[in-house]
């Protein structure tokens, strides 16, 4: 069993940054890959980024690309994802979530999720 939270959140302005960070308890966070998403009001959820459980591998979606990095810190049990260059379209709840196999890109595969934590980029 994994628990993820998820914090850093916020009002920012276009063009800003914003670090959101995920914990997880659990002595095995290590052995998960880990994925973030988000969901805008009246939006499916949609991949964001995702890292393998060594942090070897990762992986974004086009949207992101160049402007999001996925991080992670398996001594602190604890993945990042830093956001720079932020633009109103990047508002949305995000989420953090676990997968025990593999790096996914469906939230399907993903085995345990964070409670989320909202981002809103102004213009």
């Known amino acids: 069993q994994v628990q993820l939270v998820e914090s850093g959140g916020g009002l920012v302005q276009a063009g800003d940054s914003l670090r959101l960070s995920c914990a997880a308890s659990g002595r095995t966070f290590s052995s998960y890959a880990m994925g973030w998403f988000r969901q805008a009001p009246g939006k499916e959820r949609e991949f964001v980024a995702a890292?393998?459980?060594?942090?070897?591998?990762?992986y974004y979606a086009d949207s992101v690309k160049g402007r999001f990095t996925i991080s992670r810190d398996n001594a602190k049990n604890t993945v990042y994802l830093q956001m720079n260059s932020l633009k109103p379209e990047d508002t949305a709840v995000y989420y953090c979530a676990a997968d025990k196999s593999k790096m996914a890109v469906s939230g399907y595969e993903y085995d345990y999720w964070g409670q989320g934590t909202q981002v809103t980029v102004s213009s």
């Open positions: 890292i393998s459980w060594r942090g070897r591998s990762t």
